[in-house]
């Protein structure tokens, strides 16, 4: 029962979906049809309204400039039908636009989002230098104290080859130590910082609702 009224159950989204909303809120989906009985009805009536969001997918051939000359055009005859609801905050002028939906994300406030992305970025290369050089200075160091016992291996008749084979065959060992160790903190780390970033990316979007 959704407000009294009696609803079919069709399918459950597995654990964690969230569908094409940031938000991790979601409890149900139902058609849009169905609104007029769980919201006021100014929802679906009042043009001014701007609780949806459009996804399309162009039909094969069209290109996203060709769907957003198209979509100017409706915009204009809407716009003449009722011009205030076309002004936005700002008092500017509402246009449409047509952009890939891993765009949209990042509209609202393109540049956080950029500063956030070359943040990371420079920290984790940070991170990086910094473990590659621990490395580097480990591995010089352990190679030094090996000196005595490569000399020995190389006099009692070891090739040169074959002492190059076990020095790469360690030094992979320890690169592939090095990168599971990586992988499982990227992994921890996303799952740490999933529900911050979602609440970031949700305060933009409202952000972009409201402008």
Known sequence: MLNGMPATIVGVAPLG??????????????PIERF????????????????????????????????????????????????????????????????????ARFAADSAAATLLLISAVAAIAGIVSIACVNLATMLLARGAARTRELTIRLAIGASRGRLLRQLATESLLVALLGAGLALAAVHTSIRFFEPTVRKAFRRSAWRSTGA
């Open 17 to 30: 979906f969230n569908g094409t909303s940031l938000d991790d809120s979601q409890e149900f989906w139902v």
């Open 36 to 103: 007029a009985a769980l919201l006021p009805p100014r929802t679906l009536q009042e043009r001014r309204q701007r609780s949806f969001a459009v996804y399309v997918r162009l039909r094969e051939g069209v290109t996203s400039h060709q769907a957003e000359a198209e979509l100017s055009g409706i915009a204009a005859s809407l716009r003449q039908r009722d011009p205030a609801a076309w002004i936005d905050n700002q008092g500017a002028l509402r246009h449409v636009t047509v952009m890939k939906e891993t765009s």
